[in-house]
């Protein structure tokens, strides 16, 4: 990463999940699609990921919570909403995390925010709740 394209962009919710392998971030992105990384950590104790993806959150206000012809997505552990969607649908990426470890936490208007700051080369966000800062290169 090289050049900041503007100011750190902060005051934004944001959602994580853990799986086995991995585990997926939301970030309240300013435009649509909201964007979904997958974060492939094949040690659950690694302080880095070996890959990522992004994908575009198709979640909607007034789908079902859980993906309703994706059986393995469901309660207590999900995943839900886009998180679901992306596990279910996109290829690969159930095989590659695996099964969720924990349900989903976000700051939903309730807790701290994170930020985000986007580089030429690619961008860091901020997950206070876990006290971690993440790097995607591109």
Known sequence: MVYPLGATITDRNYARQPFERGFMFWWEALQAPQPIWVIYTPDPL?????????????????????????????????????????????????????????????????????????????MILENPAGRQVWAFIT
């Not at 198709?58 to 999900?78: N, S, T």
């Not at 995943?79 to 095989?95: D, S």
């Not at 989903?104 to 580089?119: D, I, L, P, V, Y």
């Open 46 to 122: 690694a302080t880095a990921g070996e890959t990522w993806t992004r994908h575009d959150n198709r979640w909607q206000v007034g789908q079902p919570e859980y993906p309703a012809d994706c059986p393995q997505a469901g309660p207590p552990l999900g995943p839900k909403n886009g998180f679901g969607l992306v596990w279910c649908y996109e290829a690969g990426v159930k095989a590659q995390v695996g099964q969720p470890r924990d349900q989903e936490f976000g700051s939903g208007n309730m807790f701290a925010k994170g930020a985000a700051q986007f580089f030429q080369g690619g």
